[in-house]
């Protein structure tokens, strides 16, 4: 069974940071592309991070660049977003996701989900 489980959440003053991991099983992660994604309530899921199964081809969305960093351990099939100076803004419920395709920026782009962990940041 295929399983990606985030963990790392939590409620935080603004300003403060958070790790996210997302640990993965069921299938050989290394070989495949990993992202980070957020949604509040009543809105589209949006894309924050994402890291190709080298390591490479890091891409972030504009409002994180600078504050987040995303990481991955092949050999722990799990990958990591580094949240520092986080606003309120960034209140959302964070998950991470996993795809094949060479593509994979969008929500359709990813086949495998974890549940998400929230995030809360209070000012």
């Known amino acids: 069974q295929v399983q990606l489980l985030e963990s790392g959440g939590g409620s935080v003053q603004a300003g403060d940071s958070l790790r996210l991991s997302c640990a993965a099983s069921?299938?050989?992660?290394?070989?495949?592309?990993r992202g980070w994604f957020r949604q509040v309530p009543g809105k589209e899921r949006e894309f924050v991070a994402r890291?190709?199964?080298?390591?490479?081809?890091?891409y972030y969305v504009d409002s994180v660049k600078g504050r987040f960093t995303i990481s991955r351990d092949n050999a722990k099939n799990t990958v990591y977003l580094q949240m520092n100076s986080l606003k309120p803004e960034d209140t959302a419920v964070y998950y991470c996701?996993?795809?094949?395709?060479?593509?994979?920026?969008?929500?359709?782009?990813?086949?495998?989900w974890g549940q998400g962990t929230q995030v809360t940041v209070s000012s």
């Open positions: 069921g299938l050989t992660f290394s070989n495949y592309n």
């Open positions: 890291i190709r199964w080298s390591g490479g081809d890091i």
């Open positions: 996701a996993a795809t094949q395709y060479a593509t994979f920026i969008s929500v359709t782009d990813y086949r495998y």
